[in-house]
């Protein structure tokens, strides 16, 4: 059973650039939530997917957008890169409809920006 | 969301039981009290979760403070393998809705051999 999957593994961009990451959740999850993870600092949450709509959302500003597809993968999108989105981003999956389940992380997307 | 202090960094030997402190005052009582941990290069895991009684996994055993403003998470036998960042997080019962999880900085636990 394979858990949550995330794609590229690492990734170098430059300023300016814009960046889409992939996430597929552990089968049998419906939910996907984005975190980033600036060295040293524990993770912040971007936002939350479900039914292909953004459920909750952290304090991130527009540049950060995402999407969830009817097979519940989903997508980070990162426009206008600026030096600070340089971060470890995870992608955790989670069923709706059970309080408090826990939620199950990928090994994340080292996103380095130049 | 409830404010967490944690112990920035915590040393024990392997084969002993570590005890790791969570202090979270402002806690609400609905809130649920999860310990997550991040091994090195990896994302987090989950670990255990409580209300208000003690909990015990296969993986660890969680202490509730009876007025729940803190908690201790015990590894009961440390091996090299629990050497991770440890986070403890307060979680709003959300009845199977939306909720982004609250991680501080955690404590760094480091296990000598």
């Known amino acids: 059973d394979a858990g949550v999957t995330q794609s590229p593994t690492h990734l170098i961009k430059t300023r300016g650039q814009q960046v889409t990451l992939r996430c597929s959740p552990k089968s049998g999850h419906d939910t996907v939530s984005w975190y980033q993870q600036a060295l040293g600092q524990g993770p912040q949450f971007i936002f939350q997917y479900y039914e292909e709509e953004e459920r909750q959302r952290g304090n991130f500003p527009d540049r950060f957008s995402g999407h969830q597809f009817p097979n519940y993968s989903s997508e980070l999108n990162v426009n206008a890169l600026l030096l600070g989105d340089s971060a470890l981003y995870l992608c955790a999956s989670s069923a709706t409809g059970y309080s408090n389940q826990p939620q199950h992380f990928g090994d994340g997307t080292r996103l380095s920006i130049l | ?113």
């Open chain 2, 1 to 113: 969301d409830a404010k967490t202090t944690q112990p920035n960094s915590m040393e024990s030997n392997e084969e002993e039981p570590v005890h790791l402190p969570c202090n979270h005052s402002t806690i609400s009582g609905t809130d649920y009290i999860h310990w997550y941990r991040q091994l090195p290069s990896q994302g987090p895991e989950y670990v255990i979760h409580g209300l208000t009684s003690n909990v015990n996994n296969r993986m660890a055993s969680l202490a509730i403070a009876e007025d729940r403003k803190s908690s201790t998470l015990i590894l009961h036998r440390a091996t090299l393998r629990d050497a991770a960042v440890y986070y403890c997080i307060p979680r709003p019962y959300s009845g199977g809705g939306a909720d982004g999880l609250t991680f501080g900085k955690g404590t760094h636990l480091i296990i000598q051999p």
